[in-house]
């Protein structure tokens, strides 16, 4: 069984950053993708952030693309996301999510574990 554990959200003003943490449990984390979803009140939850993983391939949704950064260390089975430059559209619940395959999609469909979520609350 594979267990995610998101850390590092609170609140911010606009302007201001955050980096997450997701610390997987289970063997051969590098053999799968990663991937960052996020969950305002009342919407759908969206896709953020995924990476490979090798951590060689990442992708983003259009809003975050030059704030928002994914990476990786498959030494600490740990994904981050680096968020800077916050807004207060990007207020909502973080989750981290493991792929079904080696490079991830933008689909939650394409995740089979997901973590409890984080709170990122971002003020104007």
């Known amino acids: 069984q594979v267990q995610l554990a998101e850390s590092g959200g609170g609140s911010v003003q606009a302007g201001g950053s955050l980096r997450l943490s997701c610390a997987a449990s289970?063997?051969?984390?590098?053999?799968?993708?990663m991937g960052w979803f996020r969950q305002a009140p009342g919407k759908e939850r969206d896709f953020v952030a995924t990476?490979?993983?090798?951590?060689?391939?990442?992708g983003y949704t259009d809003s975050v693309k030059g704030r928002f950064t994914i990476s990786r260390d498959n030494a600490k089975n740990t994904v981050y996301l680096q968020m800077n430059s916050l807004k207060p559209e990007d207020t909502a619940v973080y989750y981290c999510?493991?792929?079904?395959?080696?490079?991830?999609?933008?689909?939650?469909?394409?995740?089979?574990?997901w973590g409890q979520g984080t709170q990122v609350t971002v003020s104007s």
């Open positions: 999510a493991r792929g079904k395959a080696i490079v991830g999609t933008t689909a939650p469909s394409g995740y089979d574990y």
């Open positions: 990476v490979s993983g090798s951590g060689g391939v990442t």
């Open positions: 289970g063997r051969i984390f590098s053999a799968y993708a």
